[in-house]
């Protein structure tokens, strides 16, 4: 029996994490487990409550929980007005995760005694469960007005009415809290978090001030009066803000976040060489609490403060100069300013146990392409290679490269490598099928294409690539519209898949359906030049001369590539609708 009060206590703790007093029910309702009836006979217990309570707690001890909750329920039908046996109940629907249920028993069980807190926050919790804060509000506001003495309710609903964005209310709420609760430090942190939101710093100070002569060991207020200092720095405020990321670490000697940022406002701040030292240690540290490095790169690259990362990743690198991991961040940070030598530079000494060093194999190559260095970015790739001659990654990037560089039979001998060390990678064989195809080797690229499909039936490019290869020859048609038809399947709105099939539409004569489904390509694509021409034809085809003209140009305006064929056709069309008729 004790061990049920606690099952059901700890859940409800769990759940509401409050601790909040009582107010008594009515009479009628029993907060008690049922009671023994004693000896009496088998079928005359079995009429007992108290029976098929204890069957359930057996139930439940052995963990077999639909039957406990069989005989709970059958409990809760012989004593309808037990409170506890409900709030068991409520116990047990949570625990199998059956939210709805439990919500329908404590409605019953506030139905028994409307003004019984208890039962009102286990209802306001499950409403806030299953997103329905408007009635979830309502209720937290009821437990107040019966009982304005707890606390934590007043955080929940204020919290709640900050997340609506209703800071009104929630600064009303608050202000109450702190009128009833004057030691209460949280009231006026967050009635200084609602000052921050409407930009009243002088007011928020004022709070986040309070707050710490209430509870002076608290970091999280000297944060925000950090942020408040710093909008912005001043003679007057710089030695506060110093001042306060000081008193943090004194309380918090592992604060990482305030370990970093001391440092990192001497250094902006014309004090370089105190930040030095800290920095330095700080890297360090890192070696034995991988946890910093993590940290660190959260709050400075996830945060996008590439500027601020920089300086921080190179400041611990004087306290670790070998790290891999710290290389790789710095790199991260000055490629992010595009600060490419500094960039190449971390990269390289990343060393290659570190998980991080393909990564910068790739970075360092896209980094010299990028920077109109396409022949070092392939030498450096092809001393990689060397390096590593097995690893398929990048062989994968060294032959883009090459493809890009149009190097094709370099591309080709080195995709068939690849394809060797590892004969049913879908992703090679089909850039192997798309470099042949450039090449000019339509066969070979059609052979790579249905090897891909035969390995891989569900692979939406393979089958897009073979059945517009065919169009474009104008073979195989019927093949063709089968191929595209199943990739559109897989890929319904995509939309070079839906000009595949427009263009074999258009290459079988139907010139209708050619135009409907061109249209929406170009639609899909935001009118992709290539496929906005090929609507372009269509409407040619279909005799619609001006609208066929206007699209052209449109094609013709939305790339920054040569296009004879394109301007040929422009010119043609132009004159033809300017000829007298």
Known sequence: MKQTRCFFYLLILALMATGCATIPGPAQTNESPPANPGDVAEEDLQQSPYYHYTRSELYKKQAEYDKALVSLLKAVEKDPASSFLKKELIALYLHKKETTKALKVTQSLVALDPENTDSLLILGKLRQMLNQESEARDIYQKVLQLNPDQENIYLILGRMHMDSGNTDEAFRLYTKMADHFPDSYAAHFFLGK??????????????????????????????????????????????????????????????IRAALELPLFYHNH??????????????????????????????????????????????????????????????????????????????????????????????????????????????FLE?????????????MYLASFYEEGQHYEKAITLLNKGIALSETNTALIFRLGIVQDKSGEKKACIESMKRVIDLEPANANALNYLGYTYAEMGENLVVAEELVSRALAIKPEDGFITDSLGWIYYKKGLISKAVTTLEKAADLTQFDPVITEHLGDAYMEDNRLEKALETYKKARSNTKESNPDLDTKIKLLEQQLNEPQ
């Not at 990689?384 to 001659?389: R, Y």
């Open 270 to 379: 014309g004090n370089k060489d105190e930040a030095v030292p800290l920095l330095a240690d700080m890297g360090k540290k890192s070696l034995q609490n991988r946890g910093i490095t993590i940290i660190t790169a959260r709050e400075f690259i996830g945060s996008k403060r590439y500027k601020d990362a920089s300086i921080v990743f190179t400041g611990m690198l004087k306290g670790a100069p070998q790290d891999s991991t710290l290389h790789y961040l710095a790199g991260i940070s000055f490629d992010s300013l595009k600060q490419t030598r500094k960039t190449i530079k971390h990269f390289l000494k990343v060393k290659p146990d570190s998980e991080h060093y393909k990564k910068t194999i790739v970075h360092i190559a896209f980094s010299y392409s990028e920077n109109d260095q396409k022949e070092k970015a392939i030498k």
């Open 383 to 395: 001393a990689k290679h060397q390096e590593m001659p097995e690893d398929i990654d990048i062989i």
């Open 194 to 255: 609602i000052h921050v939101i409407k930009k009243n710093p002088d007011y928020a100070e004022k709070e986040f001030l309070k707050t710490l002569e209430l509870n002076p060991p608290l970091v999280e207020p000297r944060f925000e009066l950090i942020t408040i200092y710093q909008n912005p720095v001043t003679p007057k405020t710089a030695p506060k803000i110093i001042k306060l990321y000081k008193e943090i670490l004194e309380i918090d000697n592992d604060n």
